[in-house]
């Protein structure tokens, strides 16, 4: 996948807006988690009978758990992940910049070798857990 084009010429502050650009994806992914928990919420209260088998549930319960995974991912800080542009643009005196230089070439192997050998659900998973716990806490 591309990277979606932007242009920087319409930015007041480059370094904030940078970072709202890089973080609407993620953000936009915790906003429909937190829309599927809505949603769950008011269908765990009116259907009736047990919850677990109504694919209505099992629909919410799946968009949840993958908005959150999606954003979290996303937010990891290795190219080409929106993560790289947050720290690129976060880091004072150039060192953002720098970082992202550095890895850049090698961001997608590293990526996939963390992927592969299971270490980034490892270092991803109590975040997930937090996260998806909190949220289906809000619908019981």
């Given at each position: 996948a591309?990277?979606t084009?932007v242009?920087?010429?319409y930015?007041?502050n480059?370094?904030?807006d940078?970072?709202?650009?890089?973080?609407?994806?993620?953000?936009?992914?915790?906003l429909?988690?937190l829309?599927c928990?809505a949603?769950?919420?008011?269908?765990?209260?009116?259907?009736?009978?047990?919850?677990?088998e109504?694919?209505?549930v099992?629909?919410?319960?799946?968009?949840?758990?993958?908005?959150v995974?999606?954003?979290?991912?996303?937010?990891?800080?290795?190219?080409?992940?929106?993560?790289?542009?947050?720290?690129q643009?976060a880091l004072?005196?150039?060192?953002?910049?720098?970082?992202?230089?550095?890895i850049?070439?090698y961001?997608?192997f590293?990526?996939?070798?963390?992927?592969?050998?299971?270490?980034?659900f490892?270092?991803l998973?109590?975040?997930?857990?937090l996260?998806?716990?909190?949220?289906?806490?809000?619908?019981?």
């Amino acid at each position: 996948a591309k990277p979606t084009p932007v242009d920087a010429r319409y930015f007041k502050n480059l370094r904030r807006d940078q970072i709202v650009v890089s973080g609407a994806g993620p953000l936009s992914n915790f906003l429909l988690a937190l829309l599927c928990t809505a949603l769950l919420f008011v269908v765990a209260r009116v259907l009736p009978g047990p919850l677990l088998e109504s694919p209505l549930v099992q629909l919410l319960s799946l968009g949840i758990q993958i908005n959150v995974l999606l954003a979290v991912f996303n937010l990891v800080p290795l190219p080409p992940l929106d993560g790289s542009h947050v720290v690129q643009w976060a880091l004072p005196n150039g060192i953002g910049h720098r970082y992202v230089q550095a890895i850049a070439p090698y961001g997608g192997f590293i990526l996939l070798a963390l992927v592969m050998s299971g270490a980034l659900f490892t270092v991803l998973s109590p975040v997930l857990d937090l996260v998806l716990g909190l949220l289906f806490s809000l619908v019981r």
